[in-house]
Structures are given as C-alpha cells and as structure tokens.
C-alpha cells in the first residue's frame, strides 16, 4: 500500500502489485478508477481507456482537448504523449486526486498539457475556447455525478464545441439505475451517437457527434491506427464491438431531432 487518504465521501487509495502496476482506487470496496504500468504513460492497462482513445479518432486532427475527471492521468498522459501538437485541459475537482497523480503516477504539466482544479460543469460552462474533443470521466464511488449527466449539462459540452467536434464519455451500464435515462439523454443531444463496449466489465464509452456527416469505417480507423498502435491494443476487436444508433442519425439527417420526453435526465428532476 503506498497512499491511504483520509475518510470522507471516498477515500484515495493508491496501492501497487508485484509486478509494478499502480491503482487508484475511491474506497477499499471500489473498483480500479485508474491502473497503470511499465510502458506507461504509452500503455493504457483499463480496458474502457482504449475505447476512449478510439473516440478521439472521429475527429481528424485534434488540436484542442479537454479531459473532465483526471484520476491518476493516465489517458491524458497518453494522449500528450500520442498527440504532440494538442493542448489539453484536464480538470478535476479534487486537490488530493491530482496531488495523487502528481505524486504516485507521474502526472506533469508542460506548455501543452495543463491541470485545472475546478467543478468540471462549472468550468464547462465558463466561457472559453472551443474544443475538438471534450472526454468526461468524471466518477466517484456512486458513478457518475448526476449533474454531470443531464440534458443541461450536455447542452453545455455541445455549446464548447468546435463545429466537427466529438463527446467521448465512459459510462457504466451496470449497476447503474440511470444507465437507460442516460442513454435517453445522450439521444436527445446529439446527431449521431456511437458507442464502444469493453468485454470484461460493464463500461461502455459514448461518442456524440452533434454533425450527421458519417465518419466512414475506412476513415475511423485509418485516424485510430496511430493511437491503437501506440496504446498497445487491438484496434480489430475494438472496432467490432462498436455500436451506432441509427435512429439518433436518421432523425438528424430528417430534421427530427429525439423529443425531451420523459425518461431524459433534467437539472429540474432534482
């Protein structure tokens, strides 16, 4: 064991194996918010971290990022590391989590990746620059945070957006309560939705396009082949446990945009 924090809403545990790999965990009961080993920062160890990577490729050339929710920063290390010319943000609201990740995992600044201590909605929803690709992984013990998953909030990531910009999220479909209105919600905030399912947990990464012009197969991942490469994962089998929702795409392409009906998460359902 090599951190233990303090009792609170969660607990920061940072503990490492044998063979070297570091975990983060929000309490002794959690699972694994983040996982990293030899090869790190260009070897993502957390399944639903490559899927997040493959969302990145919908956009062509990434030049702004944004990544809601650090942990222990291994995706936004990967991508400075895979990505020279981008700049990103990666925010998060905890002062011990990224002192954490300073500490145990390596985490650093320089003139193109910068750390935020901020709200992730609050900092979504000051006005700044437009970004390329806005990644949330935002969780704690319980999920992820309510107010980072509604129809508002999302209204909000869109309004950040550069024109053929792409909303990357890592969501859990079990247990989850709110996985269906979840679901719901993302249908109703973008023109196509996407989505990469891990095989070994319940994660499944969402990719909101708020354009109906369809990324071909050949074009995704010709964009994905670099990064696949360089996370050390198999791009094939990721690529056949993609899902789009056509529906969300023909409503786009039709000019009928999904209803806000019941079932579709609101600030007001607080």
């Known amino acids: 064991m090599l951190y233990v924090g303090q009792p609170g809403s969660y607990r920061c545990i940072v503990s490492q194996d044998t063979e070297g790999r570091r975990y983060l965990q929000f309490g002794w009961d959690s699972a694994y918010q983040s996982v990293t080993g030899q090869g790190f920062p260009l070897q993502l160890e957390l399944e639903y971290t490559q899927g997040m990577v493959a969302g990145v490729a919908f956009v062509a050339q990434p030049r702004r990022i944004l990544m809601v929710g650090v942990g222990a920063g291994s995706l936004p290390m990967f991508l400075r590391a895979a990505l020279p010319q981008a700049h990103i943000d990666a925010v998060d609201c905890d002062a011990e989590v990224l002192d954490i990740a300073r500490r145990y995992f390596g985490l650093r600044e320089d003139a193109q990746l910068r750390l935020h201590l901020a709200e992730g909605r609050r900092y979504i929803e000051t006005p700044g620059p437009a970004y390329d690709v806005i990644l949330l992984d935002a969780f704690g013990p319980r999920g992820v945070p309510r107010l980072l998953a509604t129809w508002e909030f999302l209204r909000a990531v869109r309004a ?17 309560p709110l996985y269906p209105a979840m679901l719901q919600t993302w249908r109703a905030s973008f023109e196509q939705l996407h989505a990469f399912d891990a095989r070994t947990t319940a994660n499944r990464v ?65």
């Open 160 to 176: 950040r957006l550069t024109p053929e910009g792409a909303v990357v999220s890592n969501v859990h479909r079990s247990p989850n």
């Open 206 to 270: 969402f990719v909101g396009l708020t354009t109906s012009r369809k990324v071909s197969r050949g074009a995704l991942k010709a964009r994905a082949g670099p990064l696949a490469r360089a996370a050390r994962f198999n791009l094939r089998g990721l690529m056949t446990r993609r899902l789009e929702d056509r529906e969300v795409r023909r409503n786009a392409e039709q000019g009928l945009p999904w209803p806000l009906t019941a079932g579709i998460l609101r600030d007001s359902d607080e």
